[in-house]
């Protein structure tokens, strides 16, 4: 009697490979993630993609919401990955992009939104060239007091270093990046807790990457919404900075004079500010408050990076010279998105 032929098994089709992996890195983002990640799935683009959520061990109901929102859509490539073994924003960007399938890597953090069109944007830019960024909004995720008190150039340009090498730099959550970059980069340092991002496209532009602007792919950025915790990323921000300026910069000798003669004569004036309004009983409004405090904090973080990373502190800071600003004047690929002014020196990018 024959034998009955065993049905032969259909091949399962292999998920196509992304063109682009989305990481959204979160440490109890709850509060905003759900607009994040609506945003995001919002996105119309022809091609595969994906998004790789990671989780620095997130305490609130960040897990949940994206879970949820991943349930929500199940056409959509989401991916959850546990970056929880150890704190901090270069643990859970690594273990993503280590994760994640793309040809490419874009960026989200859990507190922004991204506009309609950004994907097909970031993907069109990163078809032609394997470094690129995306131009902040600020308007959307704002209020007019945050707008009066903080303002951005990468809203319309990339920031330049204000020391060298003096390159083009930009927030690390609005980067995007071919993955055969980021193997020659390298990881980003967690020796940093802020600038991370700068750090990255410092190393990225000595080994001869040009970061280009993309002004169709917007961001939406959003500042901190309190005098206090403006203060506090203040201080991130200018701290972080002296060890950038330690790695990369020609930096006066640490005893140098005139810097710290700058620096504590800064500190020393808004000091005395601060104290003339309480003994004087000065109520200050919102705006003012969180003026004070980015300027203070910029001056106490300066002092203590000075000290951690022994480099003489960086004061009110110095000017690029103008070859350049002027070479960071073509970021913008005419055939990426027309051409944009000359990019003008400002603070590091920093991260939101």
Same mark, same amino acid.
């Given at each position: 009697?024959?034998?009955?032929?065993?049905?032969v098994?259909?091949?399962?089709?292999?998920? =196509?490979?992304?063109?682009?992996?989305?990481? %959204?890195?979160? !440490?109890?983002?709850?509060?905003?993630?759900?607009?994040?990640?609506?945003?995001?799935?919002?996105?119309?683009?022809?091609?595969?993609?994906?998004?790789?959520f990671?989780?620095?061990?997130?305490?609130?109901a960040?897990?949940?919401?994206?879970e949820?929102?991943?349930?929500?859509?199940?056409?959509?490539?989401?991916?959850?990955?546990?970056?929880?073994?150890?704190r901090?924003?270069?643990?859970?960007?690594?273990?993503?992009?280590?994760?994640?399938?793309?040809?490419?890597?874009?960026?989200?953090?859990?507190?922004?939104? %991204?506009?309609?069109?950004?994907?097909?944007?970031?993907?069109?830019?990163?078809?032609?060239?394997?470094?690129?960024?995306?131009?902040?909004?600020?308007?959307?995720?704002?209020?007019?007091?945050a707008l009066? =008190?903080?303002?951005?150039?990468?809203?319309?340009?990339?920031?330049?270093?204000?020391? =060298?090498p003096?390159?083009?730099?930009?927030?690390?959550?609005t980067?995007?990046?071919?993955?055969?970059?980021?193997?020659e980069?390298?990881?980003?340092?967690?020796?940093?807790?802020?600038?991370?991002?700068?750090?990255?496209?410092?190393?990225?532009?000595?080994?001869?990457?040009?970061?280009? !602007?993309?002004?169709?792919?917007?961001?939406?950025?959003?500042?901190?919404?309190?005098?206090?915790?403006i203060?506090?990323?203040?201080?991130?921000?200018?701290?972080? =900075?002296?060890?950038?300026?330690?790695?990369?910069?020609?930096?006066?000798?640490?005893?140098?004079?005139?810097?710290?003669?700058?620096?504590?004569?800064?500190?020393?004036?808004?000091?005395?500010g601060?104290?003339k309004?309480?003994?004087?009983?000065?109520?200050?409004?919102?705006?003012?408050?969180?003026?004070?405090?980015?300027?203070?904090?910029?001056?106490?973080?300066?002092?203590a990076?000075?000290?951690?990373?022994?480099?003489?502190?960086?004061?009110?800071?110095?000017?690029?010279?103008?070859?350049?600003?002027?070479?960071?004047?073509?970021?913008?690929?005419?055939?990426?998105?027309?051409?944009?002014?000359?990019?003008?020196?400002?603070?590091?990018?920093?991260?939101?």
């Amino acid at each position: 009697m024959p034998v009955p032929a065993m049905p032969v098994p259909m091949p399962v089709p292999m998920p =196509e490979t992304p063109e682009i992996s989305v990481v %959204v890195p979160c !440490l109890n983002g709850a509060a905003t993630l759900g607009e994040t990640l609506d945003s995001l799935a919002a996105q119309v683009w022809d091609r595969p993609w994906e998004i790789v959520f990671a989780d620095n061990g997130s305490t609130d109901a960040s897990v949940a919401i994206f879970e949820a929102e991943a349930a929500r859509h199940p056409a959509l490539a989401m991916r959850l990955v546990d970056a929880s073994a150890r704190r901090g924003q270069s643990h859970a960007l690594n273990l993503a992009i280590r994760a994640a399938r793309g040809r490419s890597l874009a960026f989200c953090d859990a507190d922004d939104t %991204v506009a309609p069109g950004w994907l097909a944007a970031m993907g069109r830019a990163l078809a032609a060239h394997p470094f690129v960024a995306c131009r902040f909004d600020l308007a959307a995720l704002n209020p007019d007091w945050a707008l009066a =008190e903080r303002q951005h150039p990468q809203v319309e340009r990339l920031s330049i270093l204000p020391f =060298e090498p003096f390159c083009p730099v930009a927030g690390g959550a609005t980067l995007g990046f071919h993955r055969a970059l980021f193997d020659e980069v390298g990881d980003f340092d967690p020796a940093f807790s802020t600038h991370l991002d700068t750090d990255f496209c410092i190393r990225a532009h000595l080994r001869g990457y040009r970061l280009r !602007l993309v002004p169709d792919a917007v961001y939406n950025y959003r500042f901190r919404d309190s005098p206090e915790a403006i203060y506090a990323q203040a201080y991130a921000y200018a701290r972080s =900075e002296a060890l950038l300026r330690r790695r990369y910069a020609a930096n006066p000798p640490l005893l140098a004079p005139g810097p710290w003669i700058r620096l504590t004569g800064w500190a020393a004036r808004l000091a005395a500010g601060r104290a003339k309004n309480r003994l004087l009983g000065r109520r200050q409004g919102l705006l003012d408050r969180a003026r004070s405090n980015r300027l203070y904090g910029t001056a106490v973080g300066d002092l203590a990076g000075a000290l951690a990373w022994r480099v003489a502190p960086r004061g009110r800071g110095r000017t690029p010279p103008a070859a350049a600003l002027a070479a960071a004047g073509a970021t913008v690929d005419p055939a990426v998105a027309p051409a944009s002014r000359a990019p003008e020196p400002a603070r590091p990018a920093g991260s939101s």
